[in-house]
């Protein structure tokens, strides 16, 4: 069923990604998980109340709904008589592959241009960590360790789960996502109600984290010593698959030292070789996406050929 869906959404996305006049227009089907799931820990994420069940509800309702209305779609989809090809549209906004290297080329073009308040601001674009003092190489670095970890939430996850649950799959991961996000974080107002939106996005990325790595490590015609080596150096049981498969295809240390809101986070170093990255480096990175990206497409179709 999900076969051609999956690649005709992975071709929809590499020709158009998510235009921003359509953006403009009807915004993005996150943003309506987004505000569920604002609404509910606004009313739900308060003091003496039994916050880790609450968030368990929210993640279980959040889930609930997008799944339940993406399955009404398809079902409609292909009893009306529509078919795969809406079906693919519609899970078109859940995969991310143009929108990725659309948000770190830009990155590279400013470090090449020698334009460093342009670099960072667009590296804040996607990052989370402080970006007005970095340099040229903490820029770099932050664009690389992006579009490693992101090549998994972004694009071999949700692909992984559109094959094996259809659209509802797709959909109801694009949900688990959204709320770890936004509520599964380890500061005091969230660690205890975005628990299991946190575990239970750790989860929905076990296996496509470990795919997408060994996807880099082939794409980059190298990295497999690294990944196996400083995989589990990451605080994410699953983002240091990605990252530490990019860092060793480039032959690059990344990751180390970062500040949040103004506090030094001392995080170990992932790879060996130099870390000090620039716009060379970004683009290598990208060459490494764009054939880590077409290793999918091929996984996609060889599931479809076996079906």
């Not at 090809?85 to 659309?102: C, E, G, H, I, Y």
């Not at 929905?204 to 190298?222: D, E, F, K, Q, S």
């Not at 049981?237 to 506090?263: C, H, I």
Request: charged share 20%; with cysteine.
């Amino acid at each position: 069923m999900a076969d051609p869906v999956a690649l005709a959404a992975l071709a929809v996305d590499a020709a158009v990604g998510w235009p921003a006049w359509l953006y403009a227009r009807v915004g993005h089907p996150v943003g309506g998980i987004a505000r569920l799931i604002g609404a509910l820990e606004a009313r739900w994420n308060r003091p003496r109340r039994p916050r880790r069940l609450l968030g368990v509800a929210t993640i279980a309702i959040v889930v609930a709904v997008t799944a339940g209305i993406a399955a009404l779609v398809e079902h409609l989809a292909r009893v009306i008589g529509f078919g795969w090809p809406v079906v693919a549209l519609l899970a078109w906004p859940a995969m991310a592959q143009r929108s990725l290297f659309d948000h770190v080329r830009p990155v590279a073009a400013a470090l090449a241009a020698c334009d460093l308040p342009a670099a960072r601001r667009a590296v804040g674009m996607i990052v989370g960590r402080d970006t007005a003092a970095l340099d040229e190489a903490g820029v770099a670095r932050a664009a690389i360790e992006s579009l490693a970890e992101s090549f998994c939430d972004g694009v071999a996850a949700p692909l992984f789960w559109l094959l094996v649950g259809g659209l509802p799959g797709v959909w109801a991961y694009k949900a688990i996502n959204t709320a770890d996000s936004l509520i599964g974080h380890r500061e005091a107002r969230w660690r205890a109600f975005g628990w299991a939106a946190a575990r239970l996005d750790d989860l929905a990325n076990l296996i496509p984290a470990r795919v997408g790595a060994v996807l880099i490590c082939i794409a980059g015609g190298g990295g497999w010593r690294i990944m196996w080596r400083d995989a589990r150096r990451h605080a994410s049981p699953n983002a240091g698959w990605t990252e530490a498969a990019m860092a060793g295809a480039l032959g690059l240390r990344l990751a180390g030292p970062v500040a949040y809101d103004g506090v030094l986070a001392n995080k170990p170093w992932i790879g060996e070789g130099r870390s000090e990255p620039g716009a060379p480096d970004i683009r290598r990175a990208l060459a490494v996406y764009v054939r880590a990206c077409a290793l999918l497409w091929i996984v996609a179709g060889a599931v479809a050929w076996a079906r």
